[in-house]
């Protein structure tokens, strides 16, 4: 593949990758086989879940890596290597050989070709609702690490991905670790036994302070210097509501079961305003409403110096709940109970994929994407109604004509789009709008 294409081509190449791969696909690995594994997208998380998809259960190898960036898939095979050396069990696993080794643009069509079952996807989010197509379409079973899109368009293709494998049998898990994390499966069966009663309202938090930014580089056109630091653009993470806050956005939807018919918010882009930090916002505060009339507050900040807090707080008739980052749980009220820290704590970044690979094995495929499709929809609803600054409805934000797909997609020059501005930019909008 060129260095460039098209945004016509790029959806064309998918198309037509997907349906080659459709007729070999084929749903393997139950029971006892072995799963092979590839990862696309080997940065740090990419390299982080292989590990631990190795660690979280039996009779998985890894076999297959692709990443953009030879650089960044080097470092990913070096930290394995390491790993593998400290560790026999992990070393007997990793199977990876130089020929499955992919980079590029197309990097992840050579993953699916490479005789795999099951495939990590940990790319910049932009990526994600092509990269999840392709895989499902070759019958490949999916970890996907969250958000699952950045846009609209983004949703409704994996909304029709998830459909697809479901008549499929193919499992999907998502990044959504709380979902497999102890302390939250137990405040959540207290909650939905009726602890705290009937939910009336809560407040999600993800505030910290600054992340890492990568120096450009002077070979590095506009659009690998944007792609390296694709944190501090919407088209490619979703900005830091979606990229992050979207943890404790899923964990309202679970709390609520439900999720929000509507937003209304604000933010802005008050102290991180280098142009090296790209044209996102660095605070959001945003009010969702609920069907049952619930409302939650979103308030999401990356500014260093600043206080941190990451957790969910929900008030209900008859008490609240309480979770919070460093692994504790509440609930205060009349049924009162607090988490007990267990002597060995399961990391809930394994435990996540043990239950995904179990999954498969037992033929009753674990399938989370639509619910992780909501989530992020939900935080880009927030995100619109704080760009836009208006009020934005579920069925707008699921309906909306958003694609923030580049005009081109692959490296060369690329204007970094405008910082959204409340009462000027619109819902319905394309890469330079
Ligand atoms: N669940 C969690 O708690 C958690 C934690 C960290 C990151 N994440 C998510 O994981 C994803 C990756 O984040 P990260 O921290 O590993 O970022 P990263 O920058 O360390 O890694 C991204 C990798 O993707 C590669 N890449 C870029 N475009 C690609 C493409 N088109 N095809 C293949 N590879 C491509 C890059 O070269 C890089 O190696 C993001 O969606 C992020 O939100 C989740």
Not at 99 to 118: I, M, N, P
Not at 351 to 356: G, S
Request: proline letters at 5%.
């Amino acid at each position: 593949m060129s260095d460039s294409v098209s945004r016509r081509t790029f959806i064309q190449t998918t198309a037509a990758a997907t349906a080659a791969f459709a007729l070999h696909g084929g749903v393997r690995a139950s029971g006892s086989d072995v799963i092979r594994v590839g990862v696309i997208g080997c940065g740090g998380r990419g390299t982080g879940a292989a590990r631990d998809c190795l660690r979280g259960s039996d009779g998985v190898e890894l076999v297959a890596l692709g990443d953009l960036a030879p650089d960044r898939l080097a470092r990913c095979r070096a930290e394995l290597a390491k790993a593998a050396q400290a560790d026999p069990a992990f070393a007997a696993r990793l199977k990876v050989t130089d020929d499955r080794c992919f980079t590029g643009f197309d990097a992840y069509q050579k993953v699916l070709a490479a005789d795999v079952d099951f495939v990590i996807l940990a790319s910049p989010p932009f990526f994600r609702p092509a990269h999840l197509a392709a895989a499902v379409a070759a019958g490949k079973h999916v970890f996907a690490e969250k958000p699952v899109a950045v846009d609209s368009a983004g949703i409704r293709s994996v909304l029709e991905t998830y459909r697809l494998a479901k008549q499929k049998g193919l499992a999907i898990g998502v990044g959504t670790q709380r979902r497999h994390q102890a302390e939250y499966l137990a405040t959540l069966e207290r909650i939905q036994g009726g602890a705290i009663g009937t939910v009336l309202s809560g407040q999600v938090f993800w505030n910290q302070g600054g992340l890492w930014n990568l120096e450009r580089q002077p070979d590095w056109t506009d659009a690998e210097w944007q792609i390296r630091n694709w944190l501090y653009f919407t088209w490619l993470s979703g900005d830091h509501i979606v990229e992050q806050h979207v943890h404790n956005i899923d964990v309202a939807n679970w709390v609520i079961g439900a999720h929000p018919v509507k937003a209304i918010g604000t933010g802005g882009r008050q102290v991180r305003t280098d142009p090296k930090f790209g044209h996102i916002y660095d605070h959001f505060a945003i009010d969702f409403e609920y069907p049952s009339g619930a409302r939650v507050l979103s308030m999401s900040r990356q500014m260093q110096g600043t206080r941190g807090r990451i957790g969910e707080h929900f008030i209900g008739t008859k008490g609240i709940a309480e979770m919070k980052n460093e692994g504790s749980a509440e609930i205060r009220g009349a049924n009162a109970w607090a988490w007990q820290r267990p002597g060995t704590r399961i990391n809930p970044y394994v435990q996540e994929h043990t239950d995904l690979v179990a999954s498969i094995r037992a033929g009753k495929p674990l399938n989370e994407l639509e619910t992780v499709a909501q989530s992020t929809l939900t935080a880009i609803m927030g995100r619109e109604a704080a760009y836009t600054g208006q009020e934005i409805t579920w069925d707008e934000a699921l309906n909306a004509d958003l694609d923030l797909t580049p005009p081109q997609v692959g490296y060369g020059p690329l204007a970094v789009p405008p910082v959204p501005m409340p009462g000027q930019t619109k819902l319905s909008r394309r890469f330079t709008e």
